[in-house]
């Protein structure tokens, strides 16, 4: 019998000879059916892609067994399987990624665009199909960096998405990072509404439907109008074979009232992406089923309308097959008496009265978005929630909203998130705690039914009508473009929510085993880490050193640096960091768009430090910033569109921006000692003179990687830096779409350099170097919450100090500023040799580069009492 899709083996060709082609029949022609090459070309990754994985035989059997084995075995066997496509300029080729090396994928070495040569390859049959085979990768190794696929020839067209994966019985991919967003051709992008006679005589309505539903077997149409929605569930399981284990809820309602309605498995990607708040739908076909009981309930706009909690209308496509229309709203009847969708639209002048948990909808104008980040749903699960933060503005105050953005299953808008769009986001909750920390700043996060919108998918969104809305469109007509422009901010750390003021409320509000680390396990927990996965840790310890580096000390370190791979027997092999240049020239720019005017303005930002490098102190030469002048003249549009009106503007600025200069200057292999009152660029404790030279492990992650520095938005290179800050994509974008401009030439947001801090084990015997980052923008005093860290003495004295080094270098008068001052060394001396517990904030990057940060520091008072430094 023939392979059933024989593509798969063949690959796609574009023309000439493909050595993929031979490589993969000399494997299948082997008796071991595999092939080891020595000397093999580059190839470039096009594509990786997710899916999940099968169950070892007799898995599916001992499952229920118990919950927590297949969380415990979840370190040692991989939940999902991935699918690499790659492309040698000749060949296309979908290839099964060995299990063992999904490591690679997990920590971004192997990704989209991404060069690799190929090392081992073998082939696969499926012994429960007849002619089913398929190729597998076995062994790679790095062929260098290249941001493209061979310069030479023309990019290949995007893989095809509607195939079913490789190995399994599997139909469908996942998204690579997260599973709550819809992924692949399979998803319907949106169904045309129908012309259907809806006859109302034939109608029940939502509460005749709850009262007589037991005694139904066919139940009447229902004419409904949709007022909220849920994000995706994805349920599958690898020991239950399912074709889309999709689950979607809906409240829909009518004049009666409101009931769930509960999307079904293959009618997800049919129908999620058309099933909008607002819409209207016919439901001819449907069964009824009672309610779960412990699903998320949304808050509805109307107060007043009923809710029916009893039952919920599930719809499937079998017992029965769901027959479903969507009416356009422009033939919707008064007198059907469909309820119009309400919302809670609060300013930010009234979030401060509101409590803890309480349900709103905001509209803002984002002044800063932070990069995508996963937080792992269960501790050592494989499954991420995939969140950003940003703030956004309205005019009532001169604070913003902090809003913390769970991916909601709009991947096309969480990804455009981008400073100077207009941001609405439903159903968020917020989020304090007045009762262990009244000072706290709060901050809204979404819930299981927001929804979010940017300019450009404004239009027709019933919220466009609301009072708050329309006030704020006014707001913004009468706000200067480029005052704005000059406070916006993208990507970066971003240290917030900052842990709490008593370490007992940490633990509190800790969910994992152990909330204690010890120092030496620290690298353990760094090796676990995922892509982009953000991760707190405590540990135990005594401050014991601080040094600072500018931005020239940590671009010299920086230059030459070799990130190396832990484990070589499932990885790629690591090659040289580009050095990043600190200086780049100001230039006009000439800049027409529809929502906001760009200023391109030159950076300083801190480069790279080596991730092994022996402890030294070293002296800091800091240049005095000078001034260039770049004139820019744009024209701009900004656009919100909604039914009353659509807004133009005209605006021209003068930007001064700073370009930064610094040189190197002589460095010392050792240690500096000064006394108390004088200002240096280090300082140790004396127990750390005399058992440095001892440690048994010594781990050094004070590294400053340029994804780490938040940067001033440009908004000439928008794409770029979403494309930069979100994570990487499951298909390699064609190099039209991208530009050659590196991270590190876009302005540095925050201060002129960081701290290294060393953290000495409380038994002596290892220690570990992290960093903190001084977090101020002068545009913006309320972007980084400098007030949320005022009862950490040492931070706060480093975070304070910094912000006045900043001032100082926006005046020209950096010249007489130094490091470290008075008060840091003096915090750091009432710390010496005393026990603490500093909180990290761990994140992986990509590849090896992983950020470790000082977040807090409580100080021990006695056995069992722990109290905020």
Known sequence: MQDPTPEETRGETSGGTSWLQEVFEAARDSSELSASLAEPPAVTVTAVERYLAEAPAGAAASSSSSSSSSSSSSSSSSRYWYDVTVWDGARQQRCHLAPRLARLVQRAHLRPGARLRLTRCAYRYDERRLGRGFPCLEGLRSAGRAAQPCPAEPCPAEPPRRRAPLRGDGRHYLPLWNNEDPYGDAWVAEKRPERVDVDVSKLISLGQLEMTWRSRVHFRPLLVRVLHKSRLRYYGKPEKKMDMPYQAYFEVADGSGMMSMVLWNSLCPEWYNSMKVGTVLLLEKYAIKTSYPFKTQPTPGDSQMKRFATIEISLNVRDPPAKISIIPEEVVKPEWGLPEVKYRFITRSELDDLPNNHSCDVIGLVTFVGRAERARKREHGEDFWLYRWAHAIDGTSDQPFILEIFA??????????????????????????????????????????????????????????????????????????????????????????????????????????????????????????????????????????????????????????????????????????????????????????????????????????????????????????????????????????????????????????????????????????????????????????????????????????????????????????????????????????????????????????????????????????????????????????????????????????????????????????????????????????????????????????????????????????????
């Open 408 to 869: 909601t299953s709009q991947p096309d808008v969480f990804e455009r998130i981008h400073p100077m769009t207009y941001l609405v986001c439903t159903q968020m909750r917020v989020v304090r705690d007045l009762t262990e920390n009244p000072s706290s700043t709060i901050y809204l996060t979404t819930s299981n039914e927001s929804q979010i919108f940017i300019t450009g998918w404004h239009k027709g969104q019933p919220y466009t009508k609301d009072t708050k809305v329309k006030n704020f469109i006014q707001w913004t007509r009468t706000q200067n473009e480029n005052d704005q422009m000059k406070k916006t901010v993208i990507g970066g750390y971003y240290p917030f929510p900052r842990p709490p003021n008593n370490f007992l409320k940490y633990c509190k509000d800790n969910k994992v085993e152990s909330v204690l680390k010890a120092i030496g396990e620290t690298g353990k927990e760094i090796e676990d880490l995922h892509y982009r996965e953000h991760k707190r840790i405590a540990v135990q310890g005594i401050i014991s050193a601080i040094r600072y580096i500018s931005c020239s000390n940590a671009a010299e370190e920086a230059s030459g640096m070799e990130l190396v791979q832990k484990d070589t027997s499932q990885s790629l092999e690591s090659s040289a960091v580009p050095k990043d240049d600190c200086v780049h020239k100001g230039k006009n720019t000439n800049l027409q768009n529809k929502e906001v005017n760009s200023l391109l303005e030159p950076h300083c930002s801190p480069g790279e430090q080596h991730q092994h490098q022996a402890p030294r102190s070293k002296k800091s030469s800091v240049k005095r910033k000078i001034p260039h002048r770049v004139n820019t003249d744009a024209a701009h549009l900004d656009e919100f569109q909604h039914e009353d009106s659509v807004q133009d503007k005209n605006g021209q600025a003068v930007s001064e921006s700073l370009e930064c200069c610094t040189d190197r200057e002589g460095m010392s292999d050792t240690p500096e000692t000064e006394e108390t009152g004088q200002t240096c660029d280090s300082w140790q404790s004396d127990l750390w003179a005399k058992v440095k030279d001892k440690l048994m492990n010594y781990l050094h992650h004070s590294t400053i990687f340029p994804e780490s520095i938040p940067r001033k938005f440009d908004y000439e290179h928008k794409d770029l830096l979403m494309q930069l800050y979100n994570l990487h994509a499951a298909v390699h974008k064609p190099k039209e779409t991208r530009t050659d401009k590196n991270i590190s030439e876009f302005k540095s947001a925050s201060g002129l350099g960081y701290y290294e801090v060393t953290v000495l084990g409380i038994n002596h015997d290892v220690a570990i170097d992290v960093a903190f980052l001084p977090l101020f923008c002068p545009e913006d005093p309320h972007l980084f919450q400098l007030e949320d860290i005022q009862n950490d003495t040492l931070l706060s004295c480093m975070s304070c100090i910094s912000a006045c080094q900043q001032k100082a270098a926006g005046n020209g008068r950096l010249r007489d500023t130094f490091p470290l001052s008075n008060e840091i060394i003096k915090a750091a001396m009432d710390l010496d040799g005393k026990h603490v517990v500093c909180i990290l904030d761990i994140c992986h990057l990509g590849e090896d580069k992983v950020e470790v940060f000082l977040s807090k520091i409580y100080k021990t008072v006695e056995p069992g009492v722990l109290d905020p430094v």
